[in-house]
């Protein structure tokens, strides 16, 4: 888990833990520092049928780098038996910000899985029986950057990693000042990068814009950060 120091946090871990479970958790299998750089930009839950109950298989993030575009799909699943899976697209200014969770009375398996963002856009899979479970955002404060958990034929249990939000944004403005120092020092760089600036999706051009913003102004934004 997270060093006490870490700017990322965990949840409380919801569902049941059993020894033939296996562990996952996305802080060290990612990596802090990749973990705040890069993007949610899609959520998939997978679900079906489990002892003739409906039941939470797995859930999975894309990942995007927005420097590069560069993707990382992380997924995290029991069984390749599910029925049905669901996605959300995380758009360029959304962000994850509630995760919701119901589980039967015994947690003997997850019935429902859900996230929503800051735009009030949402994904809840599962029918609404069991023990329900819902983390806010502190009122907005907090981003979800990644999951950990356990799963065996199904998931098991799983929890949410969080940053709060000014911590999130200060970081990427420290991503945005490395590229505008790359812009500025390396030549063949500034180059490609305006070669593409055309074609850049949307995340990309609002980092393009804030990389060129006057200095003066750039350290304006980080006194509200």
Not at 44 to 60: C, P, R, W
């Amino acid at each position: 888990m997270a060093e006490n120091e870490s700017v990322i946090k965990y949840s409380g871990i919801y569902g049941e833990i059993t020894t033939e479970s296996k562990c996952w958790d996305d802080f060290e299998d990612i990596g802090e520092k990749q973990m705040l750089n890069l993007k949610i930009t899609k959520i998939k839950i997978y679900s079906g049928k489990f002892n003739n109950k409906d039941v939470i298989f797995g859930v999975g993030f894309t990942y995007r780098n927005p420097l590069n575009g560069e993707e990382k799909v992380v997924e995290h699943k029991g069984s390749d038996e599910f029925l049905d899976i669901k996605e959300l697209i995380i758009k360029p200014d959304e962000y994850l910000t509630d995760f919701h969770i119901r589980f039967s009375n015994g947690a003997e398996y997850i019935s429902q899985l859900g996230f929503a963002t800051n735009k009030q856009n949402s994904l809840i899979v599962g029918p609404e029986e069991g023990e329900d479970k819902i983390i806010k955002s502190n009122g907005g404060e907090n981003i979800i950057v990644g999951t950990f958990g356990r799963a065996n034929k199904k998931l098991d249990a799983t929890g949410v990693l969080f940053i709060n939000k000014k911590d999130y944004f200060k970081r990427r403005l420290v991503g945005i000042l490395f590229l505008r120092n790359l812009i500025k020092k390396d030549t063949k760089f500034k180059e490609e990068w305006n070669k593409k600036q055309e074609s850049l999706p949307l995340e990309f051009k609002y980092i393009w814009r804030v990389a060129n913003l006057p200095e003066t102004l750039l350290s304006q934004i980080f006194k509200f950060c």
